[in-house]
C-alpha cells in the first residue's frame, strides 16, 4: 500500500493522519498515513530513509520546514517563494518534490467562509514563516493593500521588500495602524503563550473579519479578544489545516477531497461541536 507521513517534532498530537485517512476514505485511495517524530538533528536521514524504503510522501510541519525546503531535488514556485516545504511528493522520475500548500489552504479557508480578499485592505500581524507563507497567495488575490505589522519591524519591513513585485504590500509599526481594515490575519504564534499581538482596540469594527492561524478546542485569545471588541465574523485555523491537507493530497494523487465533511469530523473529534 502506498504510504504517506508526516514529519514533525512534536507530532504526537497531529491531526492529519486523522484528515488524510478521511479524504483517502472518500477518494478511495488505497493508502496508509503515518506519524514520525525525528529527533531535531535526525530529520535529513529519517526523510532519506522514509524514501528509501518506498514511501510515496510527507508533510512536513514544526520545526522541519526550512530543513525540508533545503532537502528536496526541486522545488514548486510557492514553495520557492514562502522559503519552507510542507509536502513533498516523490514523483514517477524518483525526483522529490518540494511544495508549499499552507497559503493556498489560508486562501481556500478564507472563500469558503464568504470572505471577499480581491480590493479589500488586509492586515497580516507576524513576519515569521507562517507570514511568509501567506504572502503570495494573499497578493494573487489582488487585495487593494496588504500591511505587515510585526513586534520585531525590521522583520516586517523585510518581507514586504521581498515581497513588492507582487502587490501593494508595506510594513508598518502596531502604532501605526489606521484606518479600517477588512480582514485581520493573525499569523503570530503569540496564541501559543495565550499572549496577543499588541493590536489597538480601536482597530476592531462590527464589518471586520478576523482570522487566527492557531485553534484550539475553546477560542484563541486572538478570537476571543477581538469578539470582546465587537467582531462578529472570527475564524480559526483548522479550516485551514484541512484545506492545505486538501492540497498536498491533490499534489498526491491527482484528485481534490472535499473538505466540508472531513472538516466537520474533525471538529468533532476534537469536541469543538
Ligand atoms: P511561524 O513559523 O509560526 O511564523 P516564527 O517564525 O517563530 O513562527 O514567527 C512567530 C511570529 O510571531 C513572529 O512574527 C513573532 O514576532 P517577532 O518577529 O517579533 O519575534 C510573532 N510573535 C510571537 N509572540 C508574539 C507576541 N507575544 N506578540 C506579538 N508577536 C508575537
Redesign the pocket.
Known amino acids: 500500500m502506498d504510504r504517506y507521513l508526516v514529519f514533525g517534532h512534536p507530532v504526537r498530537h497531529s491531526k492529519s493522519p486523522f484528515i488524510h485517512t478521511l479524504f483517502a476514505r472518500q477518494t478511495q485511495q488505497e493508502l496508509e498515513y503515518g506519524l514520525a517524530e525525528p529527533a531535531v538533528d535526525e530529520f535529513a536521514q529519517a526523510l532519506r530513509t522514509f524514501f528509501d524504503q518506498g514511501g510515496k510522501g510527507c508533510n512536513v510541519t514544526?520545526p522541519f520546514?526550512e530543513q525540508a525546503f533545503t532537502l528536496v531535488d526541486c522545488l514548486s514556485p510557492r514553495a520557492k517563494r514562502a522559503g519552507a516545504v510542507n509536502t513533498i511528493k516523490l514523483t514517477d522520475d524518483g525526483v522529490l518534490l518540494g511544495d508549499n500548500t499552507d497559503g493556498a489552504g489560508l486562501v481556500a479557508d478564507l472563500k469558503s467562509h464568504g470572505v471577499t480578499l480581491a480590493d479589500s485592505r488586509i492586515l497580516l500581524?507576524?513576519?515569521?514563516?507562517?507570514?511568509?507563507g501567506a504572502l503570495a497567495p494573499l497578493l494573487a488575490e489582488l487585495p487593494s493593500e496588504l500591511v505587515i505589522a510585526?513586534?520585531?519591524h525590521t522583520?516586517a519591513q523585510q518581507l514586504a521588500a521581498e515581497f513588492h513585485d507582487l502587490g501593494p504590500v508595506t510594513a508598518q509599526t502596531y502604532e501605526q495602524l489606521a484606518g479600517a481594515f477588512d480582514l485581520v490575519i493573525n499569523?503570530?504564534?503569540?496564541s501559543?503563550?495565550g499572549?496577543?499581538?499588541?493590536l489597538a482596540p480601536a482597530l476592531i469594527h462590527t464589518d471586520i473579519a478576523i482570522y487566527d492561524?492557531m485553534y484550539g478546542a475553546s477560542d484563541t485569545a486572538f478570537i476571543s479578544w477581538a469578539k470582546q471588541h465587537g467582531a462578529r465574523q472570527t475564524m480559526d485555523g483548522l479550516g485551514m489545516l484541512v484545506e492545505q491537507a486538501a492540497e498536498a493530497f491533490t499534489v498526491w494523487r491527482g484528485i481534490r477531497p472535499g473538505t466540508k465533511q472531513v472538516l466537520r469530523e474533525l471538529k468533532r473529534n476534537l469536541g469543538v461541536i
Not at 195 to 198: C, F, G, I
Open positions: 514544526v520546514k500581524l507576524g513576519a515569521g514563516g507562517a507570514a511568509r510585526n513586534r520585531t522583520k499569523s503570530t504564534s503569540a501559543l503563550q499572549e496577543l499581538p499588541p492561524m
